[in-house]
T-cell receptor, first 121, second 113 residues
Framework: GAVVSQHPSWVICKSGTSVKIECRSL??????MFWYRQFPKQSLMLMAT?????????EQGVEKDKFLINHASLTLSTLTVTSAHPEDSSFYIC?????????????????FGAGTRLSVL | AQKITQTQPGMFVQEKEAVTLDCTYD???????LFWYKQPSSGEMIFLIY??????QNATEGRYSLNFQKARKSANLVISASQLGDSAMYFC??????????FGQGTILTVHP
């Protein structure tokens, strides 16, 4: 079953409004979560790294005042698209890293949420 | 800098046959991890298989196997006995010392009945 939950799965909003997207790790604690953006038939572009209890680290070219990230607990990170415009319409997807295996052979697997389709009218 | 290259924009395979999806990578990190994810039309990213750079054996997970050739910097995904439900976009990704994933451009796989 899913190990990372993302909500909502799709949202339609008016230009100028703000939209909040939630990402939860379901049965493990995630000190780090990642937010990606994906355009149709293209690859995933990392937007930012969300760190629990501290400020997010944004990739070059991503407006931190536009895309607010809050990682308030070890199981929840939120992405808020502020004053959304039609060009912000996209597929947003989060991931969380789950570590398994021994210390020497740790497998840090990034599990993804189901994604959120944002349409700004 | 890390780079992942998937040179096959689209691949077609007959049901029940095997298919290989290509992936090459470039990194200066001595330790890294290689991943394959499947993305069906619904959009979710499904983890398929993982290969660590120091793993001696090629990874296998059910019908999925990873043909890891370190000297050639390739990490091809082999899907055996293709099923109609395997039709999807497939992404190769690499995680370096910074922890971030770098994705390839993806390959759209279509399985024909």
């Amino acid at each position: 079953g899913a190990v990372v939950s993302q909500h909502p799965s799709w949202v339609i909003c008016k230009s100028g409004t703000s939209v909040k997207i939630e990402c939860r790790s379901l049965d493990f604690q995630a000190t780090t979560m990642f937010w990606y953006r994906q355009f149709p038939k293209q690859s995933l572009m990392l937007m930012a790294t969300s760190n629990e209890g501290s400020k997010a680290t944004y990739e070059q070219g991503v407006e931190k005042d536009k895309f607010l990230i809050n990682h308030a607990s070890l199981t929840l990170s939120t992405l808020t698209v502020t004053s959304a415009h039609p060009e912000d319409s996209s597929f947003y997807i989060c991931s969380a890293t789950r570590t398994s295996g021994s210390l020497l052979r740790a497998k840090n697997i990034q599990y993804f949420g189901a994604g959120t389709r944002l349409s700004v009218l | 800098a890390q780079k992942i290259t998937q040179t096959q924009p689209g691949m077609f395979v007959q049901e029940k046959e095997a298919v290989t999806l290509d992936c090459t990578y470039d990194t200066s990190d001595p330790s890294y991890g290689l991943f394959w994810y499947k993305q069906p039309s619904s959009g979710e990213m499904i983890f398929l298989i993982y290969q660590g750079s120091y793993d001696q054996q090629n990874a296998t997970e059910g019908r999925y196997s990873l043909n890891f050739q370190k000297a050639r910097k390739s990490a091809n995904l082999v899907i055996s006995a293709s099923q109609l439900g395997d039709s999807a976009m497939y992404f190769c990704a690499m995680r370096g010392s910074g922890g971030k994933l770098t994705f390839g451009q993806g390959t759209i796989l279509t399985v024909h009945p």
